[in-house]
């Protein structure tokens, strides 16, 4: 995602100008850290393997079920067990699904630069995937202990200079209105 320096507004990396305010964009896409990409990559893996396991139990379950058509002594054996195929495939697919949907939400957050919640890493730490989820979790905690130092005086300085320059007519209400939005990161 490119963030625009005069309006704020998140874009996607492949606009060259802001979706809002028109203005051109930043060459620099935002950073997303090490451990969120690699829970991204983890998730696409696991949910790759669901999908894969779908199609493996159904095309299993197929040939089975063609095997005990030929052998029909018992029809009551045959009806239960393409019963508990089709419950199997049904839970595989619900499966499949759920890990789809969680990667989908899972890296749509992290490209819009969105936090996800507890809730969500519970999730999918219980019934998606358990590297994933722990690795959620300490991304959320590398995030929460990363302290940013700001130096008050010299965010003034530059405020109070970007003033002066404005004043004297050397910069116009608009530069000054991007400085300052800059400099206090809003």
């Not at 060259?16 to 950073?31: F, G, H, I, N, V």
């Not at 239960?80 to 495939?89: A, E, K």
């Not at 789809?100 to 490209?111: A, H, L, M």
């Amino acid at each position: 995602m490119k963030v625009c320096k005069i309006c704020g507004t998140k874009n996607f990396d492949f606009n060259t100008r802001c979706e809002k305010c028109e203005q051109p964009l930043d060459s620099a896409p935002m950073k997303i850290s090490s451990l969120s990409r690699a829970t991204e990559i983890i998730m696409i893996i696991g949910t790759v393997l669901a999908g894969i396991a779908v199609l493996v139990w159904f095309v299993l379950g197929l040939i089975v079920l063609q095997l005990e058509a030929y052998e029909e002594e018992e029809q009551g054996f045959q009806f239960f067990s393409g019963v508990v195929f089709f419950i199997c495939l049904i839970v595989l697919l619900i499966e499949f699904l759920a890990c789809f949907f969680t990667t989908r939400y899972y890296r749509n957050s992290i490209y819009a630069d969105e936090k996800v919640g507890t809730i969500f890493m519970v999730w999918t730490l219980i019934f998606i995937n358990l590297i994933a989820g722990i690795l959620m979790f300490c991304d959320a905690n590398s995030e929460e202990k990363t302290v940013v130092k700001v130096d008050n005086n010299d965010m003034e300085t530059k405020l109070k200079q970007y003033k002066k320059l404005l004043d004297q007519g050397l910069i116009t209400q608009e530069e000054f209105d991007t400085k300052r939005k800059e400099i206090l990161k809003l």
